[in-house]
C-alpha cells in the first residue's frame, strides 16, 4: 500500500484495504478510511453536495452518523463514534449506537465503554436518549455520571433519573451538592420543566432543598408551589417574602391554618380582608373561626399589655412603635370582627 499522508490518498483505496487501515492504521488514517467507507456506504443521492470535498466537514460527518446507522452499518457507525477529531461528530454517533443498543442490536458494552472514555459532550449526548423505561444498565451510567467532573453532565445525569422516574439517587445528588450548585440545577430544571411537577418531586425533601426551590423559580403560583411550601411556616414566609402576591392566591382555609401555626401581622391582615369580602361563612373555613377568634382576642390583650408600658414617654423611637402597635391592633380587631360575624351568621 503507498504511503498515505492526506484522505485523498485514502479516498482511491479499495473497500478491502479501507477495512485494513481502519483496523492497523494510523489514527489519522483510521478516521479518513471510516470517512471513506461511509461516504460509500451512502446512496449516491445522499451525497451529491459533498462528493467533491477533498475532507468532509463535521456537520457532513453528523449527516454520516444517520446514513450509517440508517444503512444497518453499525461497525462504522461505532468506529465513527471512537475515533472522530471532533467531539460534535463523536456526540452524534454516541447518541446514535445507544440508541441502537437500546433496541438490543449492540451491545451495552459499547455504550459504557464509550462514556468512561469520553469527555463530557459526549457524556451528554448519551445522557439525552434516556426517557422512562430505559434499560437498567444506561440508569447505571446515568447514576455514575452524578459524580462527573463535570457540572454540566451532573446536571444531565440527575435530569436523566427523573425522567426516567428513578428520582431516589437524584434528588440525593441534589440533596448533597454545594448550594450554588443546588441552586443553579433548580433554576434550569424548572425553566425546562413546569414548577408544578418539580415541587411535587421535592414535596418530601429536605427544608432547605424546598427553600432553594422557592428561592430560584423565576415565576411560580401557589398551585404550582404549595407541594413544596406543605405545613412549614419559614417556607411560607419565604416565598410570601419573595412574592408577596402569592398570599392572594392562597386558599382561605390555608392562610387561617398558616396563622393558627404562627401568628403573624401580614397573614392576619390578609385574612382580615378575605373574611369581609365573605358574604356567608366558607365550609373549610368555618370549623378554624373559633380558634382564629381566641388567636386575634389574645394578640390583642398582647398589644394592649406592650402600648400601656409605652404610655406616656415621649421618645421618638417609642412613638413610632406605639404607632405600630395601633396599627397591629386594628388588623386583628378587623380579622376577630369578621371572624365574629361568620360564626354566628
Avoid at 63 to 76: I, S
Wanted: one cysteine or more; charged letters at 30%.
Amino acid at each position: 500500500m503507498a504511503t498515505i499522508e492526506s484522505f485523498d490518498d485514502v479516498r482511491g483505496l479499495t473497500e478491502p484495504e479501507l477495512r485494513a487501515l481502519l483496523d492497523r492504521g494510523r489514527p489519522e488514517e483510521r478516521v479518513w478510511a471510516i470517512w471513506a467507507l461511509a461516504l460509500r456506504s451512502t446512496e449516491p443521492a445522499d451525497i451529491d453536495a459533498i462528493a467533491q470535498r477533498t475532507e468532509p466537514a463535521p456537520g457532513v460527518r453528523r449527516n454520516f452518523a444517520v446514513v450509517l446507522a440508517g444503512h444497518g452499518h453499525y461497525d462504522l457507525l461505532v468506529a465513527l463514534a471512537k475515533r472522530d477529531p471532533e467531539p460534535v461528530v463523536r456526540a452524534a454517533a454516541m447518541q446514535l449506537v445507544t440508541r441502537i443498543a437500546i433496541d438490543g442490536k449492540l451491545p451495552a458494552t459499547t455504550v459504557s465503554e464509550r462514556v468512561g472514555a469520553e469527555g463530557a459532550e459526549v457524556k451528554m449526548a448519551v445522557l439525552g436518549t434516556i426517557f422512562e423505561g430505559a434499560p437498567p444498565w444506561l440508569l447505571e451510567i446515568a447514576e455514575q455520571l452524578l459524580e462527573d467532573r463535570d457540572a454540566d453532565c451532573r446536571y444531565e445525569a440527575f435530569e436523566a433519573l427523573v425522567r426516567a422516574g428513578r428520582s431516589a439517587p437524584a434528588l440525593m445528588w441534589l440533596e448533597e451538592a454545594p448550594e450554588a450548585e443546588a441552586r443553579l440545577a433548580l433554576m434550569r430544571w424548572t425553566s425546562r420543566v413546569r414548577v408544578g411537577p418539580c415541587a411535587i418531586a421535592l414535596s418530601r425533601a429536605s427544608r432547605r432543598l424546598r427553600r432553594l426551590l422557592i428561592e430560584t423559580v423565576r415565576v411560580a403560583s401557589w398551585q404550582e408551589l404549595a407541594p413544596a411550601v406543605g405545613d412549614e411556616p419559614a417556607l411560607l414566609r419565604t416565598l410570601a417574602g419573595r412574592a408577596p402576591h402569592i398570599v392572594e392566591q392562597m386558599p382561605l382555609s390555608e392562610l387561617v391554618r398558616a396563622a393558627l401555626r404562627e401568628a403573624r401581622d401580614m397573614w392576619i391582615t390578609a385574612i382580615g380582608n378575605r373574611l369581609a369580602a365573605l358574604p356567608s361563612p366558607d365550609a373549610d373555613v368555618v370549623p378554624m373561626l373559633p380558634e382564629l377568634c381566641e388567636l386575634c382576642t389574645l394578640r390583642i390583650s398582647q398589644i394592649d399589655v406592650a402600648t400601656e408600658e409605652l404610655r406616656g414617654d415621649d421618645d421618638p423611637h417609642l412613638v413610632i412603635e406605639r404607632e405600630q402597635l395601633s396599627d397591629a391592633r386594628a388588623v386583628y380587631e378587623k380579622a376577630l370582627e369578621h371572624a365574629l360575624r361568620l360564626v354566628v351568621h
